[in-house]
């Protein structure tokens, strides 16, 4: 059985700086690519970076670029998101994403397996 059980999220201010954090189970880590989406209040949700399985490519939403930072650590089956410079429109729930067969997972569509989410709040 496949988990993925994202933490890190927590109410930060504009500026501020975060770190994401989804551990991995039940997966072969190094041969699934793995992502971050997220989805605000009403709205759809969202691509911000995925990583591929040996974690030699990445790949940004324009809105995120150059601010967030997508990593992995396959010895600890971890994948993280790195936030600086948060602001309000980053306010979200942010998932954790796996898929196998892709070099990068940027579509909700192709993700096999999704985390519970994790709350970031942003405030001014």
């Known amino acids: 059985q496949v988990q993925l059980v994202e933490s890190g999220g927590r109410l930060v201010q504009t500026g501020d700086s975060l770190r994401l954090s989804c551990a991995a189970s039940g997966l072969t880590f190094s041969s699934a690519a793995m992502a971050w989406f997220r989805q605000a209040p009403g709205k759809e949700r969202e691509f911000v970076a995925t990583i591929t399985g040996r974690g030699s490519s990445t790949f940004y939403a324009d809105s995120v670029k150059g601010r967030f930072t997508i990593s992995r650590d396959n010895a600890k089956n971890t994948v993280y998101l790195q936030m600086n410079s948060l602001n309000i429109e980053d306010t979200a729930v942010y998932y954790c994403?796996?898929?196998?067969?892709?070099?990068?997972?940027?579509?909700?569509?192709?993700?096999?397996?999704w985390g519970q989410g994790t709350q970031v709040t942003v405030s001014s």
């Open positions: 994403a796996a898929a196998y067969g892709s070099m990068i997972l940027t579509q909700t569509i192709r993700a096999r397996y």
